[in-house]
């Protein structure tokens, strides 16, 4: 199962306001016109499918109810997932350099 809330870099305690930020923040950076990167269609597809599934409460309320019951049903699994998704986007932010000496 995809985590939308990974995707778009949020927590579930997002609100719409921080998922609509969170979502043009990640297209404007990860759109195939403007990132020449190989994965930058797929992480642009991501926030996509992440913006459109939590930005509808209906939708979000489904995931959300689906989600739990996966963390409760394949807990190595969603840990496994949870700290693939870290790493990925742990790996793929840029290192500001002026501050890596504090």
Known sequence: MTD??????LSSAATLSDIKK?????ASLHHPDRNAAATAPEQFRAAQEAY????DAAKRQTYD??????LLDSPIDTARDIWKNYFDRLLSEPI????QNQ
């Open 4 to 9: 939308h809330y990974a995707a778009l870099g």
């Open 22 to 26: 969170a979502f043009r923040q990640k």
């Open 52 to 55: 459109a599934v939590l930005a």
């Open 65 to 70: 109810d689906n989600r739990r019951r996966n």
């Open 96 to 99: 500001d350099m002026k501050n």
